[in-house]
């Protein structure tokens, strides 16, 4: 394409900028949220015990650990950890399949353009000037952030999370007695657990990628009625999508806190009923 | 309101510096008003460009406290009249002088883009039909009055000076509603990613957020069309299905 006619004015130092308000807090704010989630989250994949809580009967499984591909709680699918796994590589359910929202979060249109700014300054905000040094800019026209157009088979697989998880709130809504009769029940717990599969179901049913393939990419809708009811309810999330990507991901870190505070025996679940 | 210090941009090309002017200011004015003020009382060399005061030509961007905004619907009472506000020119393009910059390579840019391509009349008299739903998308675009704030604001632009590279966000808006007309049957997609470099938005949406239009660029036109370029660059998937799908 074209380059200008004539010379374009000096590109503004690092942190330059006119602008009379806190720029700055926006880029802060994001960064400590999501550095703190990336602190606990992996402190808590690493720990491999205290995910489950079945108090009072209870069965409460921390989303951090869910699906349970192999492990010793009883949800594991394949059963305990495989004899052939190396003593000197860490073990935890969690670090399993935790690639998969991560994956998903990190490739998510919102988060990309979130922490772009945050954690690499680029831009730190909208008209304040960038960091020198990086005088050859590729954004995501080139490797590596050409990757992150991977994002649609996140969402394939988040999606079947969704259903995992909301498999996880069901049976938390389901006690067991004495004698090993279960009974529907709600304890605060299950509402914990429940949030979350609500929250998460809003921030993945508002991706942009499943706006784009319900009924985004056509030209026409009118003659597709159920791709433009799907349109509409995505499209509907999707502009709440940094809402629900910011509650889903306090809420799931809550979640798995709530479940280790249980079954650490620190935090007492009420019964509702 | 009283009087107020502007701090206005002087200069032509490289060469420039911020001077002071007061102007009593009052009740309902824009910030094109009080330039105006100044360029009759102080300063008659100043150049300003303008035409329609209302919003609806995109002749007067400029940023106004550090913001990317058009002058003439910023009003005075949105901003802090206890400190001087600064007034300075576009910064993705080159300076002519004071606070007029030469927007042409946008003129240039633009051209870049295939035209609308109709499909076929389908009505016997030669005519189309097209259902309301299906033509809302492209309208939300059609409002783009060519003020050039979303480029200016634009780091790729203002800041890497990829202008050879990419063709910025006002022109993605531009693309968008050709290919989400109901009736448009040219594919832009090549172009997108190779010519127009669409990869090179890193979706930071400072566009959205400096149109006086509200057009959602980010999210309603540029996400889409990179969507579009992964269906059928980036998806090996969709590409295998391609390879085996009966011609
Ligand atoms: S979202 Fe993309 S086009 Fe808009 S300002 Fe950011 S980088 Fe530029
Ligand atoms: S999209 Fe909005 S900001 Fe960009 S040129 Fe059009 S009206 Fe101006
Ligand atoms: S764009 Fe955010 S989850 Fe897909
Ligand atoms: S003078 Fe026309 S948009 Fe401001």
Same mark, same amino acid.
């Given at each position: 394409?074209?380059?200008?006619?004539?010379?374009?004015?000096?590109?503004?130092?690092?942190?330059?900028?006119?602008?009379?308000?806190?720029?700055?807090?926006?880029?802060?704010?994001?960064?400590?949220?999501?550095?703190?989630?990336?602190?606990?989250?992996?402190?808590?994949?690493?720990?491999?015990? !205290?995910?489950?809580?079945?108090?009072?009967?209870? !069965?409460?499984?921390?989303?951090?650990?869910?699906?349970?591909?192999?492990?010793?709680?009883?949800?594991?699918?394949?059963?305990?950890?495989?004899?052939?796994?190396?003593?000197?590589?860490?073990?935890?359910?969690?670090?399993?399949?935790?690639?998969?929202?991560?994956?998903?979060?990190?490739?998510?249109?919102?988060?990309?353009?979130?922490?772009?700014?945050?954690?690499?300054?680029?831009?730190?905000?909208?008209?304040?000037?960038?960091?020198?040094?990086?005088?050859?800019?590729?954004?995501?026209?080139?490797?590596? &952030?050409?990757?992150?157009?991977?994002?649609?088979?996140?969402?394939?697989?988040?999606?079947?999370?969704?259903?995992?998880?909301?498999?996880?709130?069901?049976?938390?809504?389901?006690?067991? !007695?004495?004698?090993?009769?279960?009974?529907?029940?709600?304890?605060?717990?299950?509402?914990? &657990? /429940?949030?979350?599969?609500?929250?998460?179901?809003?921030?993945?049913?508002?991706?942009?990628?499943?706006?784009?393939?319900?009924?985004?990419?056509?030209?026409?809708?009118?003659?597709?009625?159920?791709?433009?009811?799907?349109?509409?309810?995505? /499209?509907?999330?999707?502009?709440?999508?940094? &809402?629900?990507?910011?509650?889903?991901?306090?809420?799931?870190?809550?979640?798995?806190?709530?479940?280790?505070?249980?079954?650490?025996?620190?935090? /007492? !679940?009420?019964?509702?009923? | 309101?009283?009087?107020?210090?502007? %701090?206005?941009?002087?200069?032509?090309? $490289?060469?420039?510096?911020?001077?002071?002017?007061?102007?009593?200011?009052?009740?309902?004015?824009?910030?094109? $008003?009080?330039?105006?003020?100044?360029?009759?009382?102080?300063?008659?060399?100043?150049?300003?460009?303008?035409?329609?005061?209302?919003?609806?030509?995109?002749?007067?961007?400029?940023?106004?406290?550090?913001?990317? @905004?058009?002058?003439?619907?910023?009003?005075?009472?949105?901003?802090?009249?206890?400190?001087?506000?600064?007034?300075?020119?576009?910064?993705?393009?080159?300076?002519? %002088?004071?606070?007029?910059?030469?927007?042409?390579?946008?003129?240039?840019?633009?051209?870049?883009?295939?035209?609308?391509?109709?499909?076929?009349? $389908?009505?016997?008299?030669?005519?189309?039909?097209?259902?309301?739903?299906?033509?809302?998308?492209?309208?939300?675009?059609?409002?783009?009055?060519?003020?050039?704030?979303?480029?200016?604001?634009?780091?790729?632009?203002?800041?890497?000076?990829?202008? =050879?590279?990419?063709?910025?966000? =006002?022109?993605?808006?531009?693309?968008?509603?050709?290919?989400?007309?109901?009736?448009?049957?040219?594919?832009?997609?090549?172009?997108?990613?190779?010519?127009?470099?669409?990869?090179?938005?890193?979706?930071?949406?400072?566009?959205? @957020?400096?149109?006086?239009?509200?057009?959602?660029?980010?999210?309603?036109?540029?996400?889409?069309?990179?969507?579009?370029?992964?269906?059928?660059?980036?998806?090996?998937?969709?590409?295998?299905?391609?390879?085996?799908?009966?011609?």
């Amino acid at each position: 394409m074209l380059q200008t006619p004539v010379p374009l004015p000096q590109p503004r130092k690092f942190g330059e900028s006119n602008r009379q308000d806190a720029w700055w807090l926006q880029p802060i704010v994001v960064f400590l949220g999501l550095s703190a989630f990336i602190v606990y989250s992996t402190w808590a994949a690493f720990q491999g015990t !205290d995910y489950l809580f079945t108090g009072g009967g209870a !069965d409460y499984l921390s989303p951090f650990y869910s699906p349970e591909i192999f492990g010793d709680s009883g949800h594991a699918i394949f059963g305990p950890k495989p004899e052939i796994w190396p003593a000197w590589l860490p073990f935890s359910p969690a670090l399993l399949i935790l690639w998969a929202p991560g994956g998903f979060r990190f490739t998510c249109y919102y988060y990309r353009g979130a922490y772009y700014k945050a954690f690499w300054a680029d831009p730190s905000n909208c008209s304040v000037g960038e960091p020198k040094a990086r005088s050859c800019y590729r954004g995501e026209n080139s490797l590596p &952030l050409i990757l992150q157009n991977i994002h649609r088979y996140f969402l394939y697989i988040a999606l079947g999370f969704i259903v995992l998880l909301a498999w996880d709130a069901w049976k938390a809504m389901w006690f067991e !007695d004495a004698s090993g009769v279960e009974h529907f029940g709600i304890g605060v717990g299950s509402i914990v &657990l /429940t949030i979350n599969v609500f929250l998460l179901s809003g921030y993945t049913f508002g991706c942009h990628v499943l706006r784009h393939m319900v009924g985004g990419k056509f030209k026409t809708i009118s003659d597709k009625p159920a791709h433009k009811k799907a349109y509409e309810c995505v /499209t509907c999330l999707n502009k709440r999508h940094m &809402l629900f990507a910011w509650l889903s991901l306090f809420w799931v870190g809550f979640t798995d806190f709530y479940v280790r505070m249980c079954a650490t025996g620190s935090w /007492t !679940d009420w019964r509702i009923f | 309101m009283g009087q107020v210090t502007f %701090k206005i941009w002087r200069g032509e090309g $490289d060469e420039g510096h911020f001077e002071e002017y007061q102007t009593e200011v009052s009740e309902g004015m824009v910030v094109l $008003d009080a330039i105006h003020a100044i360029q009759s009382d102080d300063a008659s060399d100043l150049a300003v460009r303008w035409n329609c005061k209302a919003g609806k030509c995109g002749s007067c961007s400029a940023e106004i406290n550090g913001m990317p @905004k058009l002058m003439c619907m910023t009003r005075l009472s949105s901003l802090d009249l206890d400190n001087p506000i600064i007034i300075e020119p576009m910064k993705a393009f080159p300076l002519m %002088k004071d606070l007029v910059t030469d927007v042409s390579w946008n003129y240039e840019a633009k051209k870049s883009i295939k035209p609308f391509k109709p499909c076929k009349p $389908d009505a016997p008299d030669g005519t189309w039909r097209m259902q309301q739903e299906d033509v809302e998308r492209a309208q939300e675009f059609r409002k783009c009055i060519e003020c050039y704030l979303c480029q200016n604001v634009c780091h790729v632009l203002r800041d890497h000076h990829d202008h =050879a590279e990419y063709i910025g966000p =006002a022109f993605l808006v531009k693309t968008a509603a050709f290919e989400m007309h109901p009736l448009d049957e040219e594919n832009r997609t090549l172009d997108l990613k190779d010519e127009q470099g669409i990869g090179y938005c890193n979706i930071t949406k400072c566009c959205t @957020k400096v149109c006086p239009e509200h057009i959602t660029i980010t999210d309603n036109a540029i996400i889409p069309l990179k969507e579009r370029v992964v269906d059928e660059f980036y998806d090996p998937l969709k590409k295998l299905f391609r390879i085996f799908k009966p011609k």
